[in-house]
Every structure is written in C-alpha cells, then in structure tokens.
C-alpha cells in the first residue's frame, strides 16, 4: 500500500509484484548464501538500496526490515532449522500445528495492538486529518509534522508567539497543560489513599480469623463490578449532598473508590505467599504491631502495593465517566479534555496526547511486570 502511494487501484499489482520479488529472494538466498545472520543483513542492504533508489530513505530502511526477516526466514525452512523446537518423532501435522497456533495468537495480538499502534503515526500527520495522506503512505518527511505536539502546549494560551512571558502563560492558560497537571495532581492523591486504605484491608482479610471475609472482598471490589456509570450516578448523588461534587476533593475521593479493588486482589495474591510464621516470630522477639509491618511485612509485600498502587494510578489517570460528572470546567483532566476535543473540534492534537498516553502506559506496565517478577523470586517462586 505504501508503494502504490496511497494509490488503491496500484495494491493489487504492487502486491503481487511484491510477492515476486520476495520469491526470488528467496531463490537467491538459498542458491548462494548459508548462514543465516550474512542472509538477513544482505537482504537487508539490497532490499535499502532498492527502496531508497525507488521512493525515499524511510521507505527504504522499512523494506530493509522486512527484507532482514526475508531472509533468515528462507534459510530457516530450508535447512529443517524449524523443527529444532519440536521433537524428532513429530509429524508434519504437529509441526504445521504448533507454528500455525502461533501464527493465530500472532494475528490475534496484532489485531489487538493495531488500534492503538495506528495512533502513533497520524500524530505526526502534517495535515488536521485523522487519515493518512498520500505524502504519509510514501514516507515523504514532507507529510509529518510535530505541530500537534507543539499544539498540546500552546492551545489555550493568550500569546503562544509572544517572546517573553511564555512559560508562565502556557503554564497557566494552554487547556492540555492544565489538563495534565490535574491529571496528575488526581491520580497522585488518589493513588495514596486508594493505596492505603486497598493495603490495610487487603492485610485484614488475609487473616483467617477475620469474619465474612468473602462478603466484605465482594463489597470492597464491587465497582469493578457494577458498571461504571452507574457508580458515577451514585457518587455524584452522594457527593452533591455533602458539598464534594465539582472539587479537587470529590474527584481524589471517587478515582480513591475506583483504584482501591485494585491494590486489594493484588496485595491479596502477594500476601498468598506470605509466611506468617515471620510475623509471629517477631512479636515473640518483643516487635509491636506497627513494627512489625513496617520492618518485617511490608518489605515482602512492597513489591505486590506498588503493582496495586500502579494500577491504581492508572485507574485514575484514564478514566474519564466519574469526571464527566463530577468535575467542573477547570478540573478537566486529560480524557475528559480528549473526549470535549472529539465533540467540540476534532484536532490531531487528540492524536499526540493519545500516543503520549500510550507511551505512559507501556512504561507503567513495564515497571509493574518488573515488580512481580521480583514479588516471585523474593517468595522463591521464581529462579533468580
């Protein structure tokens, strides 16, 4: 699609043009070249000259990508390299099962990950389109931009081109970076108490001696159960009896409610490796209550509250029912902004918070995995 230019009529002709291509690669590899790494990267160089004599150098280190995975792909099934991960005795149908399987979990995971992929690359579109250009199929670095980043600063600013003063009024007046700052004023506070209050009654009803455990876990995890808006509708009622609806209060109070089953079931699953046998030593040794978590529990279990406390943040940071309800016009924060920029005027600036969003995500995941990962090897469930 790339190489028809955003020329539809060109796909099918391109494509098989391409395949042939792609087969007499393959036919070359074989023919003359035996290792697999010498194969990759020269498929590679030739498919970069070829792509960067023929439209541009983007699109030709694109190509070299592919015409690397050309290349060790051919050399991988003509020498039989494919069956190294099976058993010897396997037949031609457990092997063509066992790639085929994961050529499924493949297509399922890109047809997952797609959406939120495609983001990236329109938030760099030089055009005010949610499409890509014709400049954008054939990589022409003419087709991208980086206004719509610049935008997320300088929207809502009384003099984005003023000389002096201009940190102080985008810090002020620019509509995403206050957006931001709530978001993260919100998500911190909530964070904490959520945090708090999900460790402490995670810790309760570990205890076998605690009575209805299993009723209250449902209570306190119910608004990941009951739909969303519906919790909204309730905390807006109650918040409104009480003088919280439309504050910085209110809004840290309900992300608190939504981010708390979170710290709760993770805590719960670090706590199921937990050797009580250490508490009771230490209160042996003279260690009180308070002491006792902090110098001996809470350690082991720091791993599984930060997890939570992520979780929780995340929670906060992207939800946006609660806020439509409950926050007033200078306590949007960052979706709630997206969604009034979607009704109001559709603008990639939406597209480069998105993908920064997504980026945010992806680091806090990261770090999450990394945190249970060292959860198990601290409760020896994993080798280190």
């Known amino acids: ?67 690397y995975v050309i290349g060790r792909m051919t050399l991988w099934l003509h020498t039989g390299d494919y069956r190294l991960n099976m058993p010897p005795y396997s037949t031609t149908r457990e092997v063509l099962w066992f790639y085929s399987f994961r050529v499924i979990c493949g297509m399922i995971f890109v047809f997952l990950i797609t959406p939120i992929i495609i983001l990236i690359p329109l938030s760099f579109n030089q055009e005010p389109y949610f499409s890509f250009t014709p400049e954008m199929l054939s ?12 935008d997320i600063l300088k929207n809502g600013m009384t003099a984005p081109e003023a000389a002096t003063g201009w940190w102080a009024d985008m810090w002020q007046n620019a509509q995403w970076v206050r957006s931001v700052k709530n978001s993260f004023w919100i998500g911190i506070w909530a964070t904490i108490l959520s945090t708090s209050i999900g460790t402490l009654a995670a810790i309760g009803l570990s205890r076998d001696e605690m009575p209805y455990r299993r009723l209250i876990m449902a209570v306190l995890i119910s608004p990941m159960i009951v739909p969303l808006v519906i919790t909204a509708s309730g905390l807006f009622y109650f918040f409104s009896q009480v003088g919280l609806a439309k504050t910085y209060t209110g809004l840290i109070l309900a992300h608190a409610v939504l981010g708390t089953p979170f710290v709760i079931i993770t805590v719960t699953a670090t706590l199921v490796g937990f050797d009580n046998s250490l508490t009771r030593a230490a209160a042996n040794m003279g260690a009180g209550p308070f002491r006792t978590f902090f110098k001996v529990q809470m350690p082991l279990i720091l791993p599984g509250v ?20 409950l926050a007033d016009v200078q306590q949007r924060t960052i979706p709630r902004q997206m969604f009034s920029g979607i009704r109001e005027q559709i603008s990639p600036t939406i597209l480069a918070v998105a993908t920064i969003l997504v980026i945010i995500s992806i680091l806090l995941l990261s770090l999450v995995e990394m945190l249970r990962r060292r959860s198990e090897r601290m409760r020896g469930m994993r080798p280190g």
């Open 1 to 67: 699609m790339m190489t028809a230019q955003g020329d539809k009529s060109l796909y099918f002709y391109y494509f098989v043009a391409g395949l042939v291509i792609f087969a007499g690669t393959a036919a070359l590899v074989r023919q003359f070249i035996v290792s697999r790494k010498v194969a990759g990267w020269a498929v590679a160089l030739g498919f970069l000259v070829l792509g960067t004599a023929f439209a541009s150098l983007g699109y030709g280190v694109l190509v070299a990508l592919v015409g």
């Open 139 to 150: 990589l022409d670095p003419a087709g991208f931009s980086l206004r719509w980043y610049w």
């Open 306 to 325: 930060v997890s939570g406390g992520l979780f929780a943040f995340i929670t906060s940071f992207d939800e946006v029912v609660v806020v439509l309800q």
